[in-house]
C-alpha cells in the first residue's frame, strides 16, 4: 500500500515521523507528496499533519485521510478535501496522559498559588499564602472525550471535586461553581468563542482558565478585562488564535497570564504511529476505522 | 487539664490555634506562657511552634510536649528542655497530603518542562521542548517517613519510577539513576548538609533538585556551582539556612533556582488540632502517645 506523508514539518520533523511510521508499519510505502503527485493513482491513503489546504486534491485512490494530531478543525476548514473520503484523528493514549499531566499541573499551580509565589521571587517578596485542601476546589472540564475524560480522571484522583461538561449539557449550573475551568472541548462552530465575557461573569470570582484546545475558544480581550477588573484569577493559555502567539501579544506580559507555546500535549511519535499503522491495517483489511470524524459535526 | 501554648505566633495565628484547639479539646484548659508560669504545677502538657528556648523550663507537672511542626530540630536544639518529658512530633494527614501536592507539582514541572516555558514567557520567546515521558524520568526520595511515603505513593501513581531512600541504605545506587531528587529528610546530625558536591557529582547530568525538608540538608555553595556548571537543571528550594530567605541571597535571582518561602505543607490548624486532642487524650487515659520522638536519633 502507498500512502503520501504530508504536513507543515521541517525536514528533522519529516525525517522522525518517516522513522517512526516505518517503523510501525513497515510493509507500507511512504511516499512524500511530491512523489505522490507522480502516481496519484495509486495512493490509498494520506497521513497529514496541517498540510496545506489543496494538498490533497488529484488522489482518485485515496480510501482514508488519517490526522496525525487530535484537532481537525484546520484540516476540516480546507474546502478542497476530497468528499466521502473518511477522516480520522488522532487519539493517543500518549498524548492523553501529557494533556492530563498539563492539566493536573495547571490545577496544583493554582490551588496552591505556585504562579503566585514565582512572581513574589521576582520581587524578592516572602509572603504565605493561605493553604487551601483539594476538596475545597472546584474543577470544571470542558470536553469529555477522551482528553477531557482522561484528564478529569486524574485530576479527581488528586481529591479535587471535578465536574464535566460536554455539548448538550446545561453549562450555567456548573460555571458557578468552578474555580477551575479546563477547555479540552473540539473547536467547532459550536464551540468558537465559547469562552468569552459571558461565560467569565458567570464564574465566582477569583476562578481562573485553563486553555489546553484552541485559540478561537477564547474571546482574548474578553479575557483580559476579566483578569483586569480581578474578577479571574488567572489564565494558562497553551494555544492562541496566532501561533507562535505573536511579538506585543498582551498575553506575553500579563502577570496573570501563564503562555505555554501549544505542548501541552506535543504528539507522540512512537505511540501515535501505531495508531496510523491501526487504521492502516482496518483501511487493508477492510475492518471498521478508528475515530472517524463526523464532517457535519466537526470532530 | 490545663495546657500551655507557645511558639513564635503572632496574635492572629495564637488566635486561630486557640480556636481550632479549643474545637478539638474542648475539655482542655488552655493558658498562654505568661498565664502558665503563674500557676506552673498545674501544666500537663505543652503544645508548641517553635518556642523561644527556655521556654518549657519550670514545669514541674509536665508530660507532654507535643510540636505542631513536623520537624523537631528546632525544639530538640534547646539544651534547656526537660529531661525525660516525652516529646511527640505532629504526623498530620493533611499536611502530607500538601506536601505530596508540592512534590508531584515540582515533578511535573521539572518533567514537561513548565519552569523553562516560565523564562522563555519572560523572553518573549516560543519554542517547544522534547516531551518525554512519566516513565522515562526516575524519581529518587530521601526519606520515607509519613511525608516521604505518602509522597513517594502520589508520584509513582501519575507512571513516574520511584525509588526511596532511608538510613541505612545504601545511597550511590539510587543517586546514579535519579533525574529528580526530593528531599523529605528529618535533619540529624548524620543528615545535615546531605545535599552537597559530592552527592551532587553522583547524580545523572541534569538531574534536579527539590528540597522540601530543612534548609541545612543543603550546601548553598555547593548546590549554585553544580547549577552553573550546567550539571544540574534545576532546583526547587522551600527551606533555607535562614528563614525568610535573606534579601541579596543568589536564589532569590538565580535562573535555576525556584524559591518557595517555606509553603511546601502549611500545618492545617484543624486537622493538626485533631492530632494535639488525640494525645491529649491519650495523656489523660494513660495510652500510647503517637508520634513520640527518639531524642538520640533526633526524629
Redesign the interface.
Known amino acids: 500500500m502507498k500512502v503520501v506523508l504530508c504536513g507543515s514539518f521541517d525536514a528533522a520533523e519529516e525525517a522522525n515521523w518517516l522513522y517512526a511510521l516505518t517503523a510501525a508499519a513497515p510493509d507500507v510505502q511512504w511516499l512524500s507528496l511530491q512523489a505522490a503527485r507522480a502516481a496519484p493513482h495509486e495512493v490509498a491513503a494520506a497521513v497529514v499533519a496541517n498540510p496545506a489546504p489543496g494538498s490533497l486534491q488529484g488522489f482518485p485512490a485515496l480510501r482514508l485521510i488519517q490526522s496525525l494530531w487530535a484537532g481537525v478543525n484546520g484540516l476540516l476548514a480546507d474546502s478542497s478535501l476530497p468528499a466521502g473520503v473518511p477522516i480520522c484523528r488522532m487519539v493517543d493514549p500518549?498524548m492523553n496522559?501529557?494533556m492530563a499531566?498539563?492539566a493536573?499541573?495547571a490545577v496544583?499551580?493554582l490551588?496552591?498559588?505556585?504562579f503566585a509565589?514565582?512572581r513574589?521571587?521576582q520581587q524578592?517578596l516572602?509572603?504565605?499564602?493561605?493553604?487551601r485542601?483539594?476538596a475545597q476546589v472546584r474543577v470544571l472540564v470542558l470536553g469529555q472525550g477522551e482528553m477531557g475524560g482522561t484528564t478529569a480522571a486524574?485530576i479527581q484522583?488528586?481529591?479535587y471535586p471535578v465536574q464535566g461538561w460536554r455539548r448538550g449539557m446545561a453549562l450555567a449550573p456548573l460555571t458557578k461553581t468552578a474555580d477551575i475551568v479546563i477547555n479540552l472541548l473540539p473547536l467547532t462552530a459550536q464551540t468558537r468563542g465559547i469562552l468569552n465575557a459571558d461565560f467569565f461573569a458567570q464564574l465566582p470570582p477569583q476562578a481562573s482558565i485553563v486553555n489546553l484546545a484552541r485559540g478561537a475558544h477564547v474571546v482574548d480581550a474578553d479575557l483580559i478585562a476579566a483578569l483586569d477588573s480581578g474578577h479571574l484569577q488567572h489564565a494558562v493559555l497553551d494555544v492562541f488564535h496566532t501561533?507562535?502567539?505573536p511579538?506585543g501579544h498582551p498575553f506575553?506580559?500579563h502577570p496573570k497570564v501563564?503562555?505555554?507555546?501549544?505542548?501541552a500535549?506535543?504528539t507522540?511519535e512512537r505511540s501515535a504511529s501505531a495508531v496510523v499503522a491501526k487504521n492502516l491495517r482496518a483501511l487493508c483489511d477492510g475492518a471498521p476505522l478508528l475515530h472517524r470524524v463526523d464532517v457535519q459535526r466537526g470532530y
Do not use: I
Open positions: 500518549a496522559a501529557a499531566e498539563t493536573l499541573w496544583l499551580s490551588h496552591r498559588g505556585f509565589y514565582a513574589a521571587q524578592g516572602w509572603q504565605q499564602h493561605a493553604q485542601r483539594a486524574r484522583q488528586q481529591g501561533e507562535p502567539l511579538a506575553w506580559r501563564t503562555v505555554l507555546p501549544h505542548a500535549a506535543l507522540d
